[in-house]
């Protein structure tokens, strides 16, 4: 929920309490101007130093301890408007000190809750107008002095620039999250390698670069020989420690534009740019040995091995779904002469071995 304890609701009440201490201690400037030519009681002036200098710090503590911090933090913004309007009718809406506190609050709501907010404000303020009246009497003051204006530049200039600073660091919070929400949606959970789709359309971008550009380029298919009597054997969770050990081979196998992915199960799908059929069948053979030398301290006989499938690209290529395919033929052909190697589409070498 939005006013989860440990959640957004903090998290909200948190960004509102820098720009609320500036905001009302700037703001305590305009209203003390303001009210300065009418001589109001000394109840008044603490009520003014209570409203802009404890008040924000009150709010915080109360909206904090909360069990729901976003609600009363909503809560905390409308009795700031309440006071704003509060004040705007006790120095007799004298325009200048009245347009800047309000417009200043208005603003905040807007940006803390959007119209509902803003509407709800905008009646706080005359509620807090109507309670003004009621203790000071109507009045009108239309002249504002130099002490006025000068009171309210630091509300014009200063406020705008710390509300503009929140909402800058939230846009880039929020970015922030957008791009690990995108990336773990382009992720397999277990292996932390591309999954299936994302790997898929980045296969078409690049065989749409070789097509355009004429470049090299390789793809492997890999599947773990017997996977199906590890899980069996062992379990699965011995299962899927064997799939992330063999991703954990794979990123330290991998230059900065190669891409890896799991293509469903037991199965990997690499693809390597700029790479021919030697150093792709170098690079694989490599790999297979890499993983057929690895031991589980824990589980001394379990062991892995691996066959692998590649195609190199080519111009009579129509899609990259026929260029997949070969990789798939030659991942059964290698499966199919006793697995555990390398093999390329088309019969362009023979299963490798590195001496």
């Known amino acids: 929920m939005i006013d989860n304890r440990s959640g957004k609701g903090l998290s909200f009440v948190r960004r509102i309490y820098v720009p609320r201490i500036i905001g009302m201690g700037i703001g305590l400037l305009s209203v003390m101007a303001a009210m300065a030519p009418l001589h109001p009681a000394p ?20 909206a904090i301890r909360s069990p729901a911090p976003y609600h009363a933090e909503q809560r905390n913004l409308l009795l700031d408007s309440l006071g704003g309007g509060f004040w705007a009718a006790a120095f007799h809406f004298n325009p200048l000190p009245t347009v800047t506190i309000l417009s200043m ?4 709501n807007v940006s803390a809750g ?26 009108l003051q239309l002249q504002a002095t130099s002490l006025q204006v000068y009171a309210c530049l630091p509300m014009l200039t200063l406020y705008p620039v710390a509300l503009g600073w929140v ?52 793809i492997a298919l890999i599947d773990i020989d017997h996977f199906k ?31 890896a992915g ?14 021919d059929q030697h150093q792709a069948g170098l690079a694989m053979e490599r790999l297979r040995q890499q993983v057929s030398a690895y031991r589980n301290p824990q589980l001394p006989e379990l062991r892995i091995s691996l066959s692998i499938g ?20 030659a991942l059964y052909a290698a499966k199919h002469q006793g697995r555990n190697q390398v093999n390329f589409a088309h019969r362009e070498v023979v299963p490798l071995r590195l001496a």
Not at 43 to 52: D, Q
Not at 105 to 108: G, L, Q
Not at 262 to 275: A, H
């Open 43 to 62: 109840w008044v002036w603490l009520l003014m130093l209570f409203n802009g200098l404890v008040w924000p710090h009150l709010a915080y503590q109360w």
């Open 105 to 108: 609050m208005t603003m905040n």
């Open 114 to 139: 959007g119209k509902r907010l803003l509407l709800r404000g905008v009646l706080a303020q005359v509620v807090g107008m109507l309670l003004a009246l009621a203790l000071f009497g109507p009045g």
């Open 167 to 218: 909402c800058y660091r939230l846009a880039i919070k929020l970015a922030e999250h957008k791009g690990r929400l995108s990336a773990l949606s382009r992720t397999d959970s277990l292996t932390g390698l591309l999954n299936h789709g994302s790997w898929k359309d980045l296969l078409l971008l690049r065989f749409q670069m070789c097509q355009q550009q004429r470049t090299p380029a390789v």
């Open 229 to 259: 009597a590890i899980n069996d054997t062992f379990g699965h969770v011995v299962g899927d420690c064997v799939l992330r050990q063999l991703s954990l081979e794979i990123r330290h196998l991998l230059r900065a534009d190669d891409l």
């Open 262 to 275: 799991r293509y469903g199960g037991d199965e990997f799908c690499l693809i390597l740019p700029d790479t």
């Open 310 to 329: 590649l195609s190199v690209y080519h111009e009579s290529l129509k899609t990259p779904e026929q260029w997949l395919e070969d990789a798939d033929k």
